[in-house]
């Protein structure tokens, strides 16, 4: 099956891969070309194998260290890649410093699918997954690292004069 590239003004969308979505049914437009996140975790093998099976992950690549250790590898969940490594040097997982300062937004599919997942492979569920006022149902997790993660199901789009006024009545 030959693949194909599809490309928009705010770059790939779909490189045809089988199971891959097309971005533009998940990722609100804004969000498309964001920041890549690197994680930092006490195991990066275990934490690897923990966003398999809570996160659904699809690892892409590792570089380990002599001693087996992760220097670097990056995991795709749903078309977002986040990249792992040992905390080492200046970085220390969040468990160990006592809380996380940082969250990680991922859109998905379906966040009520991921949620149950995340939840039977030992995520913490600090949310569950709940309609919002900016259009998107979302959950949050914790990973067993400590870690933050918001997963998004985007609904719809709302004028942001709309979201305002959306969030205003949410909290009067």
Do not use: C, K
Request: charged letters at 25%; hydrophobic letters at 45%.
């Amino acid at each position: 099956m030959a693949r194909t590239r599809t490309t928009t003004t705010n770059g790939p969308v779909n490189d045809g891969a089988p199971g891959r979505v097309d971005a533009r049914q998940v990722v609100p437009a804004r969000y498309r070309n964001a920041a890549v996140p690197h994680v930092m975790v006490a195991e990066g093998a275990a934490a690897i194998d923990f966003y398999t099976r809570a996160f659904g992950a699809r690892e892409e690549f590792r570089i380990e260290t002599p001693e087996g250790g992760i220097l670097h590898a990056e995991v795709r969940i749903a078309e977002s890649v986040v990249m792992v490594g040992d905390a080492t040097g200046p970085f220390a997982a969040p468990a160990a410093l006592g809380g996380a300062s940082v969250a990680v937004h991922v859109w998905v599919p379906d966040v009520d699918a991921l949620t149950e997942r995340a939840a039977a492979a030992g995520a913490e569920v600090l949310q569950e997954p709940a309609d919002q006022f900016h259009g998107d149902r979302t959950a949050i997790l914790r990973d067993p690292d400590g870690h933050v993660w918001i997963f998004l199901t985007h609904l719809r789009d709302f004028a942001e004069h709309e979201v305002s006024r959306r969030i205003i009545n949410a909290l009067t």
